[in-house]
């Protein structure tokens, strides 16, 4: 069984820090995609940024030049570190990795709970 677990979400003032984490664990063979994404209240999630086995990044243009996704492949974890927060950017913050269990297995798309982050004063 694979588990998503993130961390590091909280209150924060605008123009602050914080960084999230998220470690897969279980049943591991290979992750090839791991992302953030994020739903505020009333709004549809959308995706803040990804990155490959290979290190390629993606980013929503709303985060770009704020935000960096980075992973740790040895710890199957994923990190997003948030700067210069706005309160637009208050939501839940949800990882996903697409991953198999064994090298025979179909990639499979697993979620993490979500951790709430809010930019307030």
């Known amino acids: 069984q694979v588990q998503l677990v993130e961390s590091g979400g909280g209150l924060v003032q605008p123009g602050g820090s914080l960084r999230l984490s998220c470690a897969a664990s279980?049943?591991?063979?290979?992750?090839?995609?791991m992302g953030w994404l994020r739903q505020a209240p009333g709004k549809q999630r959308e995706l803040v940024a990804s990155i490959t086995s290979t290190g390629s990044t993606d980013y929503a243009d709303s985060v770009k030049g704020r935000f960096t996704i980075s992973r740790d492949s040895t710890k199957n974890t994923v990190y997003l570190q948030m700067n210069s927060l706005k309160p637009e950017d208050t939501a839940v913050y949800y990882c996903n990795a697409d991953l198999r269990v064994t090298n025979m297995a179909p990639p499979s798309r697993y979620w993490g709970q979500g951790t709430q982050v809010t930019v307030s004063e």
């Open positions: 279980g049943r591991i063979f290979s992750i090839n995609v």
